[in-house]
């Protein structure tokens, strides 16, 4: 396993296959241009064009864009973990992948078999989630919840480290503080938003005919909404294309002075793709992403078991990610025109 100061895998980009590297180089920079594109992965723009529109419509690889629940002031991520008996997992699946509010739904291994991400304005919306809406579920299930204090690494592009080169690559998101005071979205952003959420490919000149803007105002529109942080560019991969088997999650257990260091440690792991601060029985949510089940090991035993201050750790493994960004996974997305 790569370490912090080698995160790219030994000869990757050599000897992954054409799809393998548009589906990493999207993940850099999902808006690049095909004859950039083309230029990074070592083919024709023709021949890029057909890959990409292939695996979109097969849904092993979608490009959207993800709004900024912070940054917008639409609320705070919530992890729900649901214990549920093996006749109402489906169930209980099937109803937080329809909900609007849930970002994220996976099946793991372990007790609760279930973690739901909502997105939710107050505690007290969280209060009613739990007390009223989930109860009238006809389904047997007990949950936990634990709200997200601090975002440290926040992306589903976690295979950046692993382009050779891409124009404008984009970096993991580290330390999700905002700047500036929470700013919704206007109309026309919420337009522009939405559309890049179906296609998150669609041309500036698509994007200016669909909200009535010109050219120019579309692009400019599009751009500061992504140079403030307010959406997300994002392409969504099925990570074994990439070699990557092994989803997981970890919940750490560490003493309140050893938090920030462990933070940084993890969050320079290219293994990690995300890391929050919680408030529930652990201290740390850690996602991870990695070949094989050795790895996962060596990571347990050498990363998180070596982090100072840590007092317990905790893992299972996502068996599947039912839904992500807002978006059911596997679900195939437009099969778009060149940007």
């Excluded at 601090?150 to 080169?165: G, H, N, Y």
Aim: proline share 6%; with cysteine.
């Amino acid at each position: 396993m790569s370490s912090p100061e080698e995160p790219t895998p030994g000869g990757w980009w050599e000897r992954a296959s054409l799809d393998a590297r548009l589906a990493a180089a999207l993940q850099a920079n999902p808006r690049v241009s095909w004859r950039d594109l083309a230029k990074a992965v070592g083919s024709s723009e023709s021949t890029v064009a057909r890959r990409v529109r292939a695996l979109t419509t097969s849904g092993a690889l979608r490009t959207t864009v993800v709004v900024d629940s912070i940054r917008t002031g639409r609320g705070f991520p919530v992890t729900v973990y649901f214990a549920v008996t093996n006749k109402s997992l489906r169930t209980v699946a099937d109803h937080l992948v329809a909900r609007p509010d849930v970002r994220m739904v996976a099946v793991l291994t372990g007790r609760y078999g279930l973690l739901a991400e909502f997105i939710t304005p107050s505690t007290q919306d969280l209060a009613t989630i739990l007390l009223d809406t989930l109860s009238g579920v006809d389904a047997t299930f007990e949950s936990m919840s634990e709200p997200v204090l601090r975002e440290f690494k926040s992306t589903v592009d976690w295979s950046c480290s692993l382009v050779a080169d891409i124009p404008d690559v984009r970096l993991p998101l580290l330390d999700l503080v905002p700047d500036d005071e929470p700013l919704a979205l206007d109309p026309v952003e919420e337009s522009i938003a939405e559309l890049l959420r179906v296609d998150g490919r669609m041309s500036f000149a698509d994007l200016a005919q669909a909200t009535g803007l010109s050219e120019s105002a579309a692009r400019r529109r599009t751009d500061a909404l992504i140079a403030a942080g307010r959406v997300h560019p994002m392409t969504l991969v099925d990570a074994r294309l990439l070699g990557f088997h092994i989803q997981a999650f970890a919940w750490v257990d560490l003493a309140p002075s050893a938090l920030a260091d462990a933070v940084r440690t993890l969050a320079a792991r290219q293994e990690v793709r995300y890391v929050a601060a919680t408030a529930g029985d652990s201290d740390l949510l850690v996602e991870l992403i990695m070949p094989t089940q050795a790895d996962l090991f060596r990571f347990r035993t050498e990363v998180l078991g070596n982090l100072p201050g840590v007092r317990g750790t905790r893992v299972s493994i996502n068996l599947r990610t039912l839904k992500r960004a807002f978006l059911p996974v596997g679900a195939p997305g437009p099969d778009g025109e060149p940007c």
